[in-house]
């Protein structure tokens, strides 16, 4: 399958391209006969060369190979399989059977049991999901697995299942069958207003297309009838060698993953796989037609398109030159629709924009714009007004230096940092290869093509790549979607877009670029204490104002360092009598300065890697970024400027109004919003810290309100500032005592707020009924138990290991056994901030005529767990992932951070940390029953029921 997969129209399509280097070393063995005529890789065929450290190979029987040694992070490994079959691949009565064999590949093959595929993986440390799955789309099949160690005896079992899953499955009948109820519970889980708009709008823009015949959902797929023989028939049709590309990236020698593919894959014969059929038949001519399609839950949209034909563009240096003009170009159409949505009095809510391809079928220029309520005439004039500008009068060189720089900067930054690239950053690139035939080439050349082109960025040249791809949008297909139909149908929008095209347009106006003037934040600080943390080698500083300071230096990202700020106060500063006080905390960044606006800052900070945004926890507010050592110096003073000079302005609060109406409208469109926006206030007794609150005072909240409300916090209150990554200690120190450190003196530790750490389970145990608007068929069972708080570690740690053990045992029953559940789910949530509060719930999304039949399987397996130990694999099932966890845990900078970030004001998450892995290996069955037995108690959770809305109750709020 060459060609980006379908994109929505709402979507903004920009194809970042890649560039190839000037020269290279193809690793290619010769292990598979080709004719001097049949290119089995793209780059045989381009005058792009692959990155060297790739191999890329061939069997004999024709199956392909990529591999990649990397050791980011070190001592793991993925291993991808890609069948190039998918939807595209079934015949008219083998609709959603792809998606099915996928399931079947968990569920019996010569060599392994049904049910026993992922026992096996769980033994070795691979938890279902996070790092065993698969997924199925229109054009190909994936199968993935996350290897947590580099033992080549894992690795070799890897290839071992699947080459299982490539050529030995069984599709047993009674497995088959049981199966069935897993996908047509996993179809009604998903059937909710956005899949239906999705299918009405491919209905309406590529009509009578395979894409429409082959989109997934309830009543479009043969899975009710589909048999073992037709499964397997199809299997066999396209599971073949041809068809099939292993990915393995990891930390192990090259031979070694090569001598397993040979070992596992080579004796796999099969027949010639067929193409996968057109996507199409995509009508360029077609024009002029309208959709309406309405929802409650939906925001009111309207889009305008055109398709033409495809245009078959293999992957060379001509192309990809064209493509960053290309990309430059609709970067700054997006740029200035999103300009228009920041502006104080905005015309709409958003805008999207952009040309993609529709597989080799076709391709479509869309422009989508989402307006604000009573504003809809205003809204599309001002986007089509903005659209014809850009084809009309055409981009300023202004416009191309900004997006130049921003995209040079995320080149030299891939190139700074490629030597820890991740597996999954090769794994992508090879599977762009293999999908799409996109060469994965080196950073180095990717930097230097996009300069030869940005050197020869003009406006004449952008818009002349721009004019060779979009498609004209004359007399185009108009859809709409909403919650109501316009006023007018179909001949108003019609009317709305004639008129938009009919108006003069002027060109637009350029606007000046303002330089950066926050530098100075007075005297630097003066570090007062600095000492390192023996236990992870962690430097603490702290200064003279009583900013804290945590440095830990890692190798593991090159040039890049994780930076993050923890300020005092947080949802703590909010109360049951003002419990809104910091909602809009979300909102801050969008404020801008009081020097630049949030827009003005964009181009102000143009190529640069550094950003805001404001977050408020539990106990404090909070930021966290990923910068360069080159950049760090600007990050911090961003962070400076936002504590001291805030602009608070309006504009942000304008769209996050604009937006509440459709946030309310889906409180019940599917069974989990229900449940989502009910429970809160069941489960704390109406604490409106905790509730949703009404509309209206969502509505009334300002600017004002939360400058009173956090502003004493962000001047005064405690702040621990972490970096890790790849810096130098005694620069970071002068940058932060220059900027954080010059601030005026703060509190110099985190506030205890006694009050607001009283937090309440309802004494109430009667089932609590919920009503839902989405599909009729559809329901939610869930029980929550109050627990206890974080406090105790040895009582954490077994909560988390019975959470463990009841998925593996509610995965069997509910999903496996009885086929009721797609996905159920087990969650432990003890709080670190509120004493004595936690909760362990279990949640199974059912069909309404399963409830209770699902209710009494919960039940009783809640009762075993309570009356007797579990056996020993099941304890060795749900420990090794989370051993395996703890043993990768410091291999990012990420997961460093969550020890690095408050190292001095929290110091005993550093010695929880370092005690777990003994704490689990020594959790015996016998203490997870007695951890059961105390707190999943019979009676002692709030059942809730998420029930489709009764008719008499349409009116009505959800119960």
């Given at each position: 399958?060459?060609?980006?997969?379908?994109?929505?129209?709402?979507?903004?399509?920009?194809?970042?391209?890649?560039?190839?280097?000037?020269?290279?070393?193809?690793?290619v063995p010769a292990a598979a006969a080709q004719t001097a005529d049949e290119a089995v890789w793209a780059?045989?065929?381009?005058?792009?060369?692959?990155?060297?450290?790739?191999?890329?190979?061939?069997?004999?029987?024709?199956?392909?190979?990529?591999?990649?040694?990397?050791?980011?992070?070190?001592?793991?490994?993925?291993?991808?399989?890609?069948?190039?079959?998918?939807?595209?691949?079934?015949?008219?009565?083998?609709?959603?059977?792809?998606?099915?064999?996928?399931?079947?590949?968990?569920?019996?093959?010569?060599?392994?049991?049904?049910?026993?595929?992922?026992?096996?993986?769980?033994?070795?440390?691979?938890?279902?999901?996070?790092?065993?799955?698969?997924?199925?789309?229109?054009?190909?099949?994936?199968?993935?697995?996350?290897?947590?160690?580099?033992?080549?005896?894992?690795?070799?079992?890897?290839?071992?299942?699947?080459?299982?899953?490539?050529?030995?499955?069984?599709?047993?009948?009674?497995?088959?069958?049981?199966?069935?109820?897993?996908?047509?519970?996993?179809?009604?889980?998903?059937?909710?207003?956005?899949?239906?708009?999705?299918?009405?709008?491919?209905?309406?823009?590529?009509?009578?297309?395979?894409?429409?015949?082959?989109?997934?959902?309830?009543?479009?797929?043969?899975?009710?009838?589909?048999?073992?023989?037709?499964?397997?028939?199809?299997?066999?049709?396209?599971?073949?060698?041809?068809?099939?590309?292993?990915?393995?990236?990891?930390?192990?020698?090259?031979?070694?993953?090569?001598?397993?593919?040979?070992?596992?894959?080579?004796?796999?014969?099969?027949?010639?796989?067929?193409?996968?059929?057109?996507?199409?038949?995509?009508?360029?001519?077609?024009?002029?037609?309208?959709?309406?399609?309405?929802?409650?839950?939906?925001?009111?949209?309207?889009?305008?398109?055109?398709?033409?034909?495809?245009?078959?563009?293999?992957?060379?240096?001509?192309?990809?030159?064209?493509?960053?003009?290309?990309?430059?170009?609709?970067?700054?159409?997006?740029?200035?629709?999103?300009?228009?949505?920041?502006?104080?009095?905005?015309?709409?809510?958003?805008?999207?924009?952009?040309?993609?391809?529709?597989?080799?079928?076709?391709?479509?220029?869309?422009?989508?714009?989402?307006?604000?309520?009573?504003?809809?005439?205003?809204?599309?004039?001002?986007?089509?007004?903005?659209?014809?500008?850009?084809?009309?009068?055409?981009?300023?060189?202004?416009?191309?230096?900004?997006?130049?720089?921003?995209?040079?900067?995320?080149?030299?930054?891939?190139?700074?940092?490629?030597?820890?690239?991740?597996?999954?950053?090769?794994?992508?690139?090879?599977?762009?290869?293999?999908?799409?035939?996109?060469?994965?080439?080196?950073?180095?050349?990717?930097?230097?093509?996009?300069?030869?082109?940005?050197?020869?960025?003009?406006?004449?040249?952008?818009?002349?790549?721009?004019?060779?791809?979009?498609?004209?949008?004359?007399?185009?297909?108009?859809?709409?979607?909403?919650?109501?139909?316009?006023?007018?149908?179909?001949?108003?929008?019609?009317?709305?877009?004639?008129?938009?095209?009919?108006?003069?347009?002027?060109?637009?106006?350029?606007?000046?670029?303002?330089?950066?003037?926050?530098?100075?934040?007075?005297?630097?600080?003066?570090?007062?204490?600095?000492?390192?943390?023996?236990?992870?080698?962690?430097?603490?500083?702290?200064?003279?104002?009583?900013?804290?300071?945590?440095?830990?230096?890692?190798?593991?990202?090159?040039?890049?360092?994780?930076?993050?700020?923890?300020?005092?106060?947080?949802?703590?500063?909010?109360?049951?009598?003002?419990?809104?006080?910091?909602?809009?905390?979300?909102?801050?960044?969008?404020?801008?300065?009081?020097?630049?606006?949030?827009?003005?800052?964009?181009?102000?900070?143009?190529?640069?890697?550094?950003?805001?945004?404001?977050?408020?926890?539990?106990?404090?507010?909070?930021?966290?970024?990923?910068?360069?050592?080159?950049?760090?110096?600007?990050?911090?003073?961003?962070?400076?400027?936002?504590?001291?000079?805030?602009?608070?302005?309006?504009?942000?609060?304008?769209?996050?109004?604009?937006?509440?109406?459709?946030?309310?409208?889906?409180?019940?469109?599917?069974?989990?919003?229900?449940?989502?926006?009910?429970?809160?206030?069941?489960?704390?007794?109406?604490?409106?810290?905790?509730?949703?609150?009404?509309?209206?005072?969502?509505?009334?909240?300002?600017?004002?309100?939360?400058?009173?409300?956090?502003?004493?916090?962000?001047?005064?209150?405690?702040?621990?500032?972490?970096?890790?990554?790849?810096?130098?200690?005694?620069?970071?120190?002068?940058?932060?005592?220059?900027?954080?450190?010059?601030?005026?003196?703060?509190?110099?530790?985190?506030?205890?707020?006694?009050?607001?750490?009283?937090?309440?389970?309802?004494?109430?145990?009667?089932?609590?009924?919920?009503?839902?608007?989405?599909?009729?068929?559809?329901?939610?069972?869930?029980?929550?138990?109050?627990?206890?708080?974080?406090?105790?570690?040895?009582?954490?740690?077994?909560?988390?290991?019975?959470?463990?053990?009841?998925?593996?045992?509610?995965?069997?029953?509910?999903?496996?056994?009885?086929?009721?559940?797609?996905?159920?789910?087990?969650?432990?949530?003890?709080?670190?901030?509120?004493?004595?509060?936690?909760?362990?719930?279990?949640?199974?999304?059912?069909?309404?005529?399963?409830?209770?039949?699902?209710?009494?399987?919960?039940?009783?397996?809640?009762?075993?767990?309570?009356?007797?130990?579990?056996?020993?694999?099941?304890?060795?099932?749900?420990?090794?992932?989370?051993?395996?966890?703890?043993?990768?845990?410091?291999?990012?900078?990420?997961?460093?951070?969550?020890?690095?970030?408050?190292?001095?004001?929290?110091?005993?998450?550093?010695?929880?940390?370092?005690?777990?892995?003994?704490?689990?290996?020594?959790?015996?069955?016998?203490?997870?029953?007695?951890?059961?037995?105390?707190?999943?108690?019979?009676?002692?959770a709030v059942e809730f029921l998420v029930l489709p809305r009764p008719e008499d109750q349409a009116d009505?709020?959800?119960?």
């Amino acid at each position: 399958m060459k060609g980006p997969l379908f994109a929505a129209p709402m979507a903004l399509v920009i194809a970042v391209p890649l560039a190839a280097q000037p020269t290279t070393e193809a690793l290619v063995p010769a292990a598979a006969a080709q004719t001097a005529d049949e290119a089995v890789w793209a780059y045989e065929e381009s005058d792009l060369v692959p990155e060297q450290g790739y191999v890329f190979g061939v069997l004999d029987n024709g199956m392909r190979y990529v591999i990649r040694q990397n050791d980011t992070p070190e001592g793991t490994a993925l291993v991808r399989m890609e069948v190039a079959a998918g939807r595209l691949d079934e015949r008219d009565d083998e609709r959603g059977l792809t998606h099915y064999i996928e399931h079947m590949a968990f569920n019996g093959s010569t060599n392994v049991p049904e049910g026993e595929m992922i026992k096996l993986l769980e033994r070795l440390g691979l938890a279902f999901g996070a790092d065993t799955n698969a997924s199925n789309t229109f054009g190909y099949t994936n199968y993935r697995l996350d290897l947590p160690n580099n033992d080549p005896a894992l690795l070799d079992t890897a290839l071992f299942l699947m080459r299982e899953t490539a050529s030995e499955l069984l599709f047993d009948e009674e497995a088959v069958e049981r199966e069935r109820g897993v996908i047509l519970a996993e179809q009604r889980d998903r059937t909710n207003y956005a899949q239906l708009n999705a299918l009405d709008q491919i209905e309406f823009l590529v009509p009578g297309s395979l894409l429409t015949k082959r989109f997934p959902g309830a009543g479009r797929e043969d899975v009710d009838t589909a048999d073992a023989a037709t499964l397997r028939a199809l299997w066999e049709r396209v599971y073949v060698p041809g068809k099939t590309t292993l990915i393995v990236v990891g930390d192990f020698p090259v031979d070694v993953m090569r001598e397993a593919i040979v070992k596992h894959f080579s004796s796999w014969q099969g027949p010639d796989g067929a193409d996968q059929p057109d996507a199409g038949p995509v009508d360029p001519g077609r024009q002029g037609e309208t959709d309406i399609y309405t929802d409650p839950a939906l925001t009111e949209a309207i889009t305008f398109a055109r398709n033409a034909a495809w245009i078959d563009r293999p992957d060379t240096m001509a192309d990809r030159r064209a493509s960053i003009l290309r990309a430059l170009g609709y970067s700054i159409l997006r740029r200035r629709l999103t300009k228009l949505a920041r502006a104080e009095d905005p015309p709409f809510r958003s805008v999207g924009v952009g040309t993609s391809d529709i597989f080799e079928a076709g391709r479509q220029t869309t422009l989508t714009v989402a307006p604000i309520e009573g504003q809809r005439e205003r809204g599309v004039m001002e986007a089509v007004t903005t659209f014809r500008q850009f084809v009309e009068f055409g981009v300023s060189a202004a416009e191309i230096a900004e997006q130049v720089a921003n995209r040079r900067t995320g080149l030299e930054n891939a190139v700074a940092g490629q030597a820890t690239r991740s597996h999954g950053t090769f794994a992508g690139r090879a599977t762009a290869l293999v999908r799409n035939d996109r060469i994965p080439t080196s950073p180095e050349f990717d930097l230097a093509l996009f300069e030869e082109v940005a050197a020869t960025a003009t406006p004449e040249t952008v818009m002349a790549a721009i004019r060779a791809d979009i498609v004209p949008l004359d007399n185009p297909l108009i859809r709409f979607q909403g919650p109501n139909a316009p006023e007018g149908g179909a001949e108003a929008l019609r009317a709305l877009w004639d008129a938009a095209v009919g108006a003069p347009v002027d060109a637009p106006q350029e606007s000046a670029i303002a330089a950066w003037t926050y530098t100075d934040f007075g005297a630097p600080g003066e570090v007062v204490s600095d000492t390192v943390d023996e236990r992870l080698d962690i430097r603490t500083i702290t200064f003279d104002n009583g900013v804290r300071l945590n440095l830990k230096p890692t190798d593991l990202a090159e040039d890049r360092i994780s930076l993050a700020v923890t300020i005092d106060g947080g949802n703590f500063i909010e109360s049951r009598e003002e419990p809104l006080k910091v909602d809009l905390t979300a909102l801050f960044a969008a404020g801008g300065l009081g020097a630049y606006t949030q827009d003005e800052l964009q181009t102000v900070l143009a190529g640069r890697s550094v950003g805001f945004s404001l977050g408020a926890s539990t106990d404090s507010f909070r930021f966290s970024r990923t910068t360069t050592p080159r950049d760090l110096e600007l990050q911090l003073q961003l962070i400076a400027a936002y504590l001291t000079d805030p602009g608070y302005r309006p504009e942000p609060i304008k769209r996050f109004r604009n937006g509440l109406g459709d946030f309310y409208a889906r409180l019940t469109a599917t069974p989990g919003a229900a449940y989502s926006s009910a429970s809160g206030a069941i489960l704390s007794d109406d604490d409106p810290r905790f509730s949703l609150p009404e509309r209206g005072a969502l509505e009334a909240l300002t600017f004002d309100d939360l400058r009173e409300a956090i502003s004493d916090r962000l001047a005064n209150g405690a702040m621990e500032v972490a970096l890790v990554g790849d810096f130098d200690p005694g620069r970071a120190i002068d940058l932060v005592a220059r900027t954080l450190g010059a601030l005026p003196p703060r509190e110099a530790a985190f506030r205890d707020y006694p009050d607001s750490r009283q937090r309440s389970f309802t004494a109430t145990r009667e089932r609590q009924t919920i009503y839902h608007d989405g599909e009729d068929n559809q329901a939610s069972l869930r029980f929550v138990w109050p627990t206890r708080d974080y406090s105790d570690q040895q009582a954490f740690s077994e909560l988390a290991m019975l959470r463990s053990v009841l998925t593996l045992k509610l995965t069997e029953t509910l999903r496996e056994d009885l086929g009721k559940a797609y996905s159920p789910s087990v969650g432990s949530s003890l709080s670190r901030y509120y004493p004595g509060y936690g909760t362990f719930q279990v949640v199974a999304n059912i069909d309404v005529g399963e409830v209770e039949a699902t209710r009494a399987a919960i039940l009783e397996t809640l009762n075993r767990l309570r009356n007797e130990p579990v056996d020993d694999d099941t304890l060795q099932r749900a420990r090794q992932p989370i051993l395996e966890t703890i043993d990768n845990a410091l291999k990012t900078n990420g997961s460093w951070m969550r020890y690095v970030r408050r190292a001095q004001s929290e110091p005993d998450r550093i010695d929880r940390f370092l005690a777990s892995r003994g704490i689990y290996e020594a959790i015996t069955a016998e203490q997870l029953q007695e951890t059961a037995a105390q707190y999943l108690t019979e009676g002692g959770a709030v059942e809730f029921l998420v029930l489709p809305r009764p008719e008499d109750q349409a009116d009505t709020a959800a119960q």
